[in-house]
């Protein structure tokens, strides 16, 4: 079974910076494409980035783009996203998730960990 556990979350001021973390366990994590989706309280899931299985590949949406960087280290079994010049529209519950393609689309990936919190506030 698919095993994934996100970190890093947390409270952090407007144009802070976060690096979330998600480990991966109990699947082949190298040979999946692997996302970020949040969503905020009262609104749907919200896609954020994706990477392919090797990392040579990278996706963002355009809220993030430029200020939010998604990385692998497929020998540590590891996903990252770091968050930089956070804005308070960025506060969600932030989720990994697996998937077999590379696609902007939430619901193409399967496996999702539990989440961690963002808040961005003064």
């Known amino acids: 079974e698919v095993h994934l556990v996100e970190s890093g979350g947390g409270l952090v001021q407007p144009g802070g910076s976060l690096r979330l973390s998600c480990a991966a366990s109990?699947?082949?994590?190298?040979?999946?494409?692997m996302s970020w989706v949040r969503q905020a309280p009262g609104k749907g899931p919200e896609w954020v980035s994706a990477?392919?299985?090797?990392?040579?590949?990278?996706y963002y949406a355009d809220s993030v783009k430029g200020r939010f960087t998604i990385s692998r280290d497929n020998a540590k079994n590891t996903l990252y996203l770091q968050m930089n010049s956070l804005k308070p529209e960025d506060t969600a519950v932030y989720y990994c998730a697996a998937g077999p393609y590379l696609t902007a689309y939430a619901s193409t990936y399967g496996y999702w960990g539990q989440g961690t919190q963002v808040t961005v506030s003064s």
């Open positions: 990477i392919s299985s090797g990392g040579g590949i990278t």
């Open positions: 109990e699947f082949t994590f190298g040979t999946y494409v």
